[in-house]
């Protein structure tokens, strides 16, 4: 089993800036591919940003150039939020696929952090 723990959400005003940070724990002998997703309410998990097999990674359209996201350690990743919009607001999770699955589907999931954007 994988443990991810999420950090860092919080409350900001638009245009203000937070950082989620994720720490994978447990069973890391195959290598992670780790990724930041979100929930709005009453809506499905969607992908904000994520790390392939290969160490490229994907930003959904909506905050390319407003977030990053870092690979920190093998098994720690984070997400600077830059120019952060109210629309941002949502519960974001870490979420981890294994390799020997090519990575293919994200099977551990943080609790979440909740990030509030007012205007």
């Known amino acids: 089993q994988v443990r991810l723990v999420e950090s860092g959400g919080g409350s900001v005003q638009a245009g203000g800036s937070l950082r989620l940070s994720c720490a994978a724990s447990?069973?890391?002998?195959?290598?992670?591919?780790m990724g930041w997703f979100r929930q709005f309410p009453g809506k499905g998990r969607e992908g904000v940003a994520r790390?392939?097999?290969?160490?490229?990674n994907w930003y959904e359209p909506s905050v390319k150039g407003r977030f990053t996201i870092s690979q920190d350690t093998d098994n720690n990743i984070s997400l600077q939020m830059d120019s952060l919009k109210p629309d941002d607001t949502a519960m974001y999770f870490c979420?981890?696929?294994?390799?020997?699955?090519?990575?293919?589907?994200?099977?551990?999931w943080g609790q979440g952090t909740q990030v509030t954007v007012s205007s």
């Open positions: 979420g981890a696929a294994r390799s020997d699955t090519g990575c293919s589907r994200f099977s551990y």
């Open positions: 447990g069973d890391t002998s195959s290598r992670l591919c």
């Open positions: 790390f392939y097999l290969d160490g490229s």
